[in-house]
């Protein structure tokens, strides 16, 4: 009879417990994009180097070949593509003026920095010679960086977005839950589901004009406008994702609540929401994906200081520039889409359990 070594034991239950850990981060990491760093950290730690590697090439090397062949293809077909205001720029052009907006934003944040510091001082000399009176917050009026309009296109995007899941969650439950409540929203559903944006927002501006009578509230008009209409085109992914899920709830779980003689609200949120979380997640994100898109549309019509705008300003203002801005901006709205979209699936990886993960 022979003994194990208690060495090799213990260097066999260390090995595990690091490959189990890798597995846990795996699901993390397909989460943010980021999948390729597990065969890594396993070829790292011994696993089969030839499987690992394998798996590298097709996660990372293909996809940086793929967007290698894209900027290339893009870097030689571009000058030849001429327009009214020269060649379309290519990656090197559109590079160059990313880090100018990026110079450009870094120097507007230092002048307005400047003019707050000059109204912090102007008011306090007031405060120090007893006239309180005469104290005045004297807001910047400079034209907003790229960063702030980003900033703004996010904030408007989301404000609508949480209108819209608002709206959308309790309807999808009752059409869920009630046929025939479901027969009355699905015909509404059908019928508003296809419209553009665009023939949203004349409709949006004249109600908001006539609610919204002057400029001094919380929110801007063109805030509001395009908000609500990001809000009317978005809210329909969640609204049929969350019925269906609620809709397809095991019969017997159905049954059970009926003999523990549950109130609606305890069925709603120990039963219903549960079941069909990994359904209203997916509505989310296709609803929160929707509203990205129309936003940019939205925001170009109501003038909204976001990425819309920017980019409508810069076909207006037809410089020898503006191309490459508008490229620059088009690259960020689907880097930001992509991220808004791993925000999303990081939340449903959270609050949802399903036999993917």
Request: hydrophobic share 50%; aromatic share 10%.
């Amino acid at each position: 009879m022979t003994t194990a070594d208690p060495d090799t034991l213990s260097s066999d239950a260390r090995r595990a417990r690091l490959f189990t850990r890798i597995n846990k981060l795996d699901a993390w990491f397909q989460v943010f994009g980021l999948a390729w760093i597990t065969p890594v950290l396993k070829a790292a730690a011994g696993d089969n180097p030839r499987a690992q590697i394998k798996e590298i090439w097709r996660l990372l090397a293909v996809p940086l070949i793929a967007i290698a062949a894209f900027l290339l293809l893009w870097g030689s077909l571009a000058p030849k593509v001429q327009t009214s205001l020269g060649a379309i720029p290519g990656p090197a052009a559109v590079w160059a003026e990313a880090v100018n907006l990026h110079q450009d934003a870094q120097a507007k944040a230092v002048k307005e920095r400047a003019h707050y510091e000059k109204v912090e001082a102007r008011n306090q000399r007031f405060i120090d010679r007893g006239q309180p009176e005469r104290v005045k917050d004297i807001p910047y009026t400079g034209a907003p960086s790229y960063y702030q309009q980003i900033w703004t296109s996010i904030q408007t995007v989301f404000f609508g977005f949480l209108i819209a899941s608002a709206v959308a969650i309790p309807l999808g439950i009752l059409a869920g839950l009630s046929p025939v409540a479901n027969s009355a929203i699905n015909p509404l559903v059908q019928i508003f589901k296809p419209v553009s944006p665009l023939a949203w927002l004349p409709i949006v501006t004249m109600i908001v004009s006539a609610l919204y009578a002057s400029n001094d509230g919380l929110f801007a008009k063109s805030f509001l406008v395009s908000a609500i209409t990001v809000t009317l085109c978005s809210l329909w992914p969640t609204l049929i994702n969350t019925a269906l899920g609620v809709a397809s709830i095991d019969k017997d779980l159905v049954n059970v609540s009926k003999v523990l003689k549950m109130n609606t609200y305890t069925k709603i949120t120990k039963l219903v929401l549960p079941s069909a979380l990994p359904l209203i997640f997916t509505g989310l994100r296709l609803s929160l994906g929707v509203g990205w898109m129309v936003l940019i549309a939205a925001e170009m019509l109501a003038q909204n200081p976001g990425l819309g705008k920017f980019v409508w300003d810069e076909f207006q203002n037809g410089s020898s520039q503006s191309l490459a801005k508008i490229i620059v901006a088009v690259l960020t709205i689907g880097i930001i889409g992509f991220l808004l979209d791993r925000v999303m699936f990081a939340l449903q990886s959270l609050f949802t359990f399903t036999n993917n993960r």
